[in-house]
């Protein structure tokens, strides 16, 4: 079945590492994005993607990375520039033309202790 | 810049009845394209329904429907005949290219649903 893989589901770390989150997709979508959701709140853009080796700074991505070196992949570095790094990691794609679902992967939870 | 708005932190609703979360939207871009999606206490983000700025009529996807003012600029949900599992955060979205020509999707921050029995 086509989905949205992300690993690792759960994930802590101490303060000062940088950590990374996969993202993996197999539905053939060019278009992939990173957002980040805290506790009672809205899902805020970190990074996106709409092709391999190009993407833009969301709303929020001071102190965090990306890469796209393939369509399928999209992994999220959080750094420890990052000041308060501990939150739910959502990773998301969009098919082709951009209309209909923006198909989203299971999240990664970060705790940073 | 593109702008999503939602203005009810929290709706209660009794059991079988209709009720509408708020949705205004901001966008330069005359292609665009909203999106509802459903989170509950889980996590998962589960798409609704979708609406394209260039469609004629109102989206609808069995107990919900987008009521879509282009004028207004609003994407109101419409819940018909509420289930208790409808009770979760409802999260607004819009996909469009005002950023630099690059498809971006931005959200709302959310109304939380709760039906009453």
């Known amino acids: 079945d086509g989905g949205i893989t992300q690993s690792p589901k759960y994930l802590f770390r101490k303060e000062g590492q940088n950590v990374t989150l996969s993202c993996e997709q197999n539905l053939n979508h060019d278009a992939m994005y990173w957002y980040r959701q805290d506790p009672g709140q809205g899902l805020r853009l970190i990074y996106y993607s709409q092709i391999v080796n190009d993407f833009q700074k969301g709303d929020i991505a001071e102190g965090y990375s990306v890469s796209r070196e393939k369509k399928e992949s999209f992994p999220l570095t959080v750094t420890s520039a990052q000041k308060n790094p501990t939150a739910f990691y959502l990773c998301?794609?969009?098919?082709?033309?951009?209309?209909?679902?923006?198909?989203f992967g299971e999240g990664s939870r970060l705790t940073v202790l | 810049a593109q702008k999503i708005t939602q203005t009810q932190p929290g709706m209660f609703v009794q059991e079988k009845e209709a009720v509408t979360l708020d949705c205004t939207y901001d966008t330069s871009d005359p292609s665009y394209g909203l999106f509802w999606y459903k989170q509950p206490s889980s996590g998962e983000m589960i798409f609704l329904i979708y609406?394209?700025?260039?469609?004629?009529q109102n989206a609808t996807e069995g107990r919900y429907s987008l009521n879509f003012q282009k004028a207004r600029k609003s994407a109101n949900l419409v819940i018909s005949a509420s289930q208790l599992g409808d009770s979760a955060m409802y999260f607004c979205a819009m996909r469009d290219s005002s950023s630099g020509g690059y498809q971006k999707v931005t959200f709302g921050t959310g109304t939380k649903l709760q039906v009453i029995p």
């Open positions: 998301a794609s969009i098919g082709q033309g951009w209309a209909g679902e923006l198909f």
């Open positions: 609406q394209g700025s260039y469609d004629q």
